[in-house]
């Protein structure tokens, strides 16, 4: 079968927020959430940092699972490492890939396998200096559980905040207008790094509108 995420709603040179799922040698699962950058229909790069257990996993068994969810409490107990094997579901070993798990109630899975790991050192403000992994991955297996999936993209969230503040700026006072234009900022941030073409021009428009305002920015 054709291996293309664009069936997935992942499209090329976007970053899009999911959920990893691996496992260790000794077959004890993992799960944490990531940004990954799609390179291809069939090609992703990750940039971890070193010193998780996903890193970990990754590097001792050279394969993984990217699950792609929306659900609010999935994201949450991957962050605060509370994803308990009642959330997961083990796949055997087959001759394309070794045991692997992913999340039961994904919208789609993938398994991938490792190309390559190149590390970095990252130590731009304000991260401090950190030693990172990049790793490009093929991926092996679509499996789509929903055919509504949609991935997560943070730059569709930070345009939602940023239009809410621009329609309450005129009403609120000189603290709480400082507050959004801070905001507005880290929005413009966020959408620049990860957003997609509409939501580029969209926080452009906002920018113009809060100036043509009087707005410094
Ligand atoms: C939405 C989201 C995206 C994240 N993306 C990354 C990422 O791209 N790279 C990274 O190193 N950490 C990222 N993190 C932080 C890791 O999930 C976090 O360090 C986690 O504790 C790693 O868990 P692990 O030790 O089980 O691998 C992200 C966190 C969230 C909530």
Redesign the pocket.
Known sequence: MLIDLSKIGMNKGQQY?TI?TTMDKNQNT???????RVLDNDKIV????E?????KNIKENGEFVVNITTEPLM?TF??T?TITEEYLTRISKTKTHDELVYLTNADAYFICKVENIKTSFREDDPIKASK?NIIKAVVLEINVKNKCVKPIN?GIHALMESLVNYSRINIVNKEKEDYFIDRFLESERIIKKVGNKEEKESIKILKENLKKQGYEL
């Open positions: 927020e990893i993992n799960a944490a959430p990531f940004g990954l990750l940039r971890i940092f010193g998780g257990n996903t890193i994201f991957a962050t490492n990172i943070r």
